[in-house]
């Protein structure tokens, strides 16, 4: 077990920076996910944290030590590929003592710790066939065991839920995060799906054109999101955005006013906030509710699933559709029109200039 | 295996595709066979009925026999009579068209008789000499021995050598690797005949002339080993080799306990082709090689090929035995061609 610390990390591919002064604190026996979308450098990350990538500069500490210039084994660290990279001329059992017999331990030790693994992770009849005589999600736990099997201070894994069906992939989701429980080893986890990362971390990582966006809890992210980035990455469906003005500053809030959605009041601190500074109001779909009368919105699309309901339409003057999420059964026509009403102390302000979002006032 | 044969494309029915794809099989089948089934049955018949026109298929040879009166066994030979009768005759001698018999029962009187009414009388006939002379009258034993020396010492390095250069240009990324490849390619435009004097100067220069490590060192190093390795570590994903180096393997055992067994298709094909290379090759051991015990198969077939005549029955025979192992080779290496292993434990 380790606590891994990421002090100023930068690198640059020929002339090309990929990672941008990253300082991540990553606790001992913390689950950690790293998300973002695709190519933003979350798995280049993940590599220079492993040891296969050299970095360009900065540190990175493995229990107060740096190891800046140690290989993988030495950093003792375990890695699940997204490919899961199973030797193909190796049955089961081979490919989880590769590793152990390349440390040179005795046989016995090596046979044991198979054994554990093997039981742990449900592998015991399949341990005499080859990879490709297992099903994706036999590969997938051959792949975690041979993480395992070298007890490893770090496991790092590389979009490990990609590969397998959607049933599998929330059943193996379960069962990572129970093997996480168990073993009580630091964890990172990348992924670009949010879901993964909002059910299984207890800390996310927000990474975004090399660049880190947020570190914190999943519902920290969801409720607080430090910039424009984060509110829109995370969260399913997509937030809503809405053009708008500071319109009044006081200790309580600062008043928003927009084209379409009329003017708010939002409990935000307000030191950064000047009258006539153009904003961006955030509104979860979440956070909408239907009423009697309020803002009018004309439905396009409607997606029922019995228990939830999404209602998409347009506001005028808006260009972006907007999306509301309804927690039971609704029923309406597409081309209705609906009232909306929104809750000013769930709204979410960015400033424009800087894309930051201005700080909630706790109540 | 006759219901494989008879396959058609549509079931029960004949379609000019299965008309076509026998034509085109029977044919290439023919092409490859004919020559050496030609060369097999040569190589069991006499030195005459090699070089006797019109060719025969099947090894036959001259019935002879022990005549009274007469010092040396006399041919047999078959005479219609021109009343229709059928003997069998012993040929005395032949002047034109008329030829001096005489009657194998009644040895006293000798016939005269016009030549076209005898032929001769030929049975199947093994030449089987042609194997075991060889074997007492020249160091058949000595040869193949080298040549097995040198086939399998060099195919094993070129294996070797081959595959680290292909690892190095397929797996790591260094300055100049392009420029290094595009360089051992290269070496493929030049023939032999062309480096023939420089590389027999290296060898002398290296003490290796007449020595059978100075055939092999000459040959090892093949560009197109290099590239066809290198073209199929390509397909082998860089995961497995990080996954390895994450599992605390050194870069050896990398390339010894992973890359080289997701190779071996591509190293039997290497290695078929080097076997037949070393153990066909001719020009180079003949340069370097200068006396007799150190001669390969190939150098050594070359004395029955004397200025003034060539002793073709051996050289068939010898010939027919130098296939055999090459055969054997790829009868063995020929299943791993087709075997594709590497990739099946991705995805």
Redesign the interface.
């Known amino acids: 077990m380790a606590a891994i610390q990421l002090k100023n990390l930068h690198k640059r591919y020929e002339s090309i920076d990929v990672m941008h002064h990253v300082n991540v604190d990553i606790e001992d026996g913390e689950f950690v996910a790293l998300v973002g979308p695709s190519g933003c450098g979350k798995s280049t990350l993940l590599r220079l944290i492993?040891g296969?990538e050299d970095i360009t500069s900065g540190e990175i500490l493995f229990d107060g030590k740096v190891v800046n210039r140690l290989?993988?084994?030495e950093r003792e660290?375990?890695?699940v590929?997204?490919?899961?990279?199973?030797?193909?001329?190796m049955t089961v059992k081979k490919n989880l003592s590769?590793?152990l017999e390349?440390?040179n331990m005795d046989r016995a030790i090596i046979e044991e710790r198979i054994q554990k693994a093997a039981k742990l992770l449900d592998l015991l009849p399949y341990m005499d066939r080859?990879?490709?005589a297992l099903s994706g999600g036999q590969?997938q736990r051959v792949a975690i065991g041979?993480a395992i099997v070298?007890n490893p201070k770090v496991f790092l894994f590389d979009e490990p839920l990609s590969?397998l069906d959607a049933k599998l992939r929330v059943q193996t989701r379960g069962e990572i995060t129970k093997l996480h429980k168990k073993l009580n080893t630091t964890m990172i986890y990348v992924t670009h799906d949010q879901v993964e990362a909002m059910t299984m971390a207890e800390k996310i990582v927000v990474v975004n054109a090399g660049k880190i966006e947020q570190v914190g809890k999943p519902l920290d992210l969801f409720e607080r999101p430090a910039n424009r980035f984060v509110a829109e990455f995370i969260g399913s469906p997509k937030m809503n955005m809405f053009k708008s003005k500071i319109t009044n500053v006081s200790d309580s809030g600062i008043e928003v006013t927009s084209n379409t959605i009329d003017h708010f009041c939002i409990p935000v601190a307000s030191e950064n906030a000047k009258i006539g500074d153009s904003v961006t109001l955030g509104v979860r779909p979440s956070h909408i509710e239907i009423a009697e009368s309020g803002i009018p919105l004309e439905i396009t699309q409607l997606e029922c699933m019995g228990h939830e309901t999404f209602i998409y339409g347009s506001l005028k003057g808006e260009s972006e559709d907007l999306v509301a999420h309804l927690p039971h059964h609704f029923e309406a026509e597409i081309g209705d029109t609906i009232y909306l009403r929104f809750s000013s102390q769930f709204m979410h302000v960015f400033c424009d200039k800087t894309d930051q979002a201005f700080k909630r006032i706790e109540s | 295996m006759l219901k494989f044969l008879t396959r058609t494309r549509h079931h029960g029915k004949m379609d000019i595709t299965d008309i076509l794809s026998w034509l085109w099989l029977t044919l290439g089948t023919a092409v490859i066979a004919i020559p050496i089934a030609w060369a097999m049955l040569s190589s069991l018949k006499t030195e005459a009925e090699v070089n006797s026109f019109p060719p025969s298929l099947i090894p036959q040879s001259t019935v002879n026999t022990q005549v009274e009166g007469y010092d040396k066994d006399l041919s047999v030979w078959k005479w219609t009579q021109p009343n229709g009768e059928i003997k069998n005759v012993a040929l005395v001698r032949r002047i034109g068209i008329k030829a001096t018999v005489v009657d194998i029962d009644n040895p006293e009187k000798t016939l005269q008789v016009p030549t076209s009414e005898i032929t001769q009388l030929k049975d199947v006939n093994f030449q089987w000499q042609n194997y075991t002379d060889p074997l007492e009258r020249f160091d058949f034993f000595t040869y193949i021995n080298n040549t097995v020396f040198v086939t399998v010492v060099a195919t094993i390095l070129t294996l070797l050598l081959n595959s680290m250069a292909a690892f190095a240009l397929s797996k790591y990324k260094f300055r100049g690797k392009n420029a290094i490849f595009m360089l051992i390619l290269s070496t493929l435009m030049l023939p032999l005949s062309v480096i023939m004097v420089p590389a027999f100067i290296v060898i002398v220069g290296l003490n290796l002339a007449d020595n059978l490590w100075g055939v092999i060192f000459a040959t090892v190093a093949t560009p197109t080993g290099v590239f066809m390795l290198r073209q199929y570590m390509l397909t082998i994903p860089d995961d497995l080799i990080e996954a390895a180096r994450v599992d605390a393997a050194s870069e050896f055992r990398i390339y010894w306990r992973i890359v080289l067994p997701l190779c071996a298709p591509a190293l039997a094909v290497l290695a078929i082709f080097s076997v037949i290379w070393r153990w066909n090759d001719f020009l180079w051991p003949l340069i370097v090689l200068s006396s007799p015990e150190n001669y390969t198969l190939q150098i050594g077939l070359n004395a029955f090929q004397g200025q003034f005549s060539v002793e073709w029955h051996y050289i068939l025979a010898m010939t027919v035995i130098a296939l055999i192992p090459v055969t054997i080779v790829f009868l063995v290496l020929q299943k791993y061609i087709t075997e594709g292993v590497a990739g099946s434990g991705v995805k």
């Open positions: 492993s296969l290989s993988p084994a660290i375990a890695m590929f997204q490919s899961y990279a199973l030797y193909p001329h590769f590793g390349n440390l080859k990879p490709r590969r041979r070298r590969n």
